[in-house]
T-cell receptor
């Protein structure tokens, strides 16, 4: 079973608009962490934001926020005021307390910001 | 500066010629792992290590070997590379037993096997 599902292979957004990248996950571990990474065309993996399974509030980091809906097992990334530099691949990932701390990644969403 | 360093960044090799991709971290992290990234498949874990001399298979270990003789280093060995191992490889490290710590990634190694 897919543990992390990103159903949007590619998305377009107009510059300065907000965009939501979807991520659903599957786990029976009550303790887990959810992460989003950005991978620009240069290839490096850049950590964006983290949400813990016990966190009461949605995580925010500058223009990035995580819409965490635990009952629905979703952890969508919201980017506000998109910039051209936001064009990249975005990966959702999960780390469970069980399973030897393995980090499982989704297949990614390619975001393109249009001027 | 906290970092994970992989070498080489780019490598083109021929089928069957043994190669090693090095990975080193300076953050005293216990947990290290190797991933390969292929289009449409995201990142898949090859091997991981929870500490020195402790390694285990990830999701796609076939054709790879690793070792963890020192805490900071976690090399990936391809004994007899084949074209289906052409991929982008990442090494990552993180603190052990902490779900709330991100994985720090190396810059990636783009491997082509011809």
């Amino acid at each position: 079973a897919q543990k992390i599902t990103q159903t949007q292979p590619g998305m377009f957004v107009q510059e300065k608009e907000a965009v939501t990248l979807d991520c659903t996950y599957d786990t029976s571990d009550p303790s887990y962490g959810l992460f989003w990474y950005k991978q620009p065309s240069s290839g490096e993996m850049i950590f964006l934001i983290y949400q813990g399974s016990y966190d009461q509030q949605n995580a925010t980091e500058g223009r990035y926020s995580l819409n965490f809906q635990k009952a629905r097992k979703s952890a969508n990334l919201v980017i506000s005021a998109s910039q051209l530099g936001d064009s990249a691949m975005y990966f959702c990932a999960m780390r469970e307390r069980w399973g030897y701390q393995k980090v499982t990644f989704g297949t990614g969403t390619k975001l393109q910001v249009i001027p | 500066e906290a970092q994970v360093t992989q070498n080489p960044r780019y490598l083109i090799t021929v089928t069957g010629k043994k190669l090693t991709v090095t990975c080193s971290q300076n953050m005293n992290h216990e947990y290290m792992s190797w991933y390969r990234q292929d289009p449409g498949l995201g990142l898949r874990q090859i091997y991981y290590s929870m500490n020195v001399e402790v390694t285990d298979k990830g999701d796609v270990p076939e054709g790879y070997k690793v070792s963890r003789k020192e805490k900071r280093n976690f090399p990936l060995i391809l004994e007899s590379p084949s074209p289906n191992q052409t991929s982008l490889y990442f090494c990552a490290s993180s603190l052990q037993l902490r779900t709330n710590t991100e994985a720090f990634f190396g810059q990636g190694t783009r491997l082509t096997v011809v």
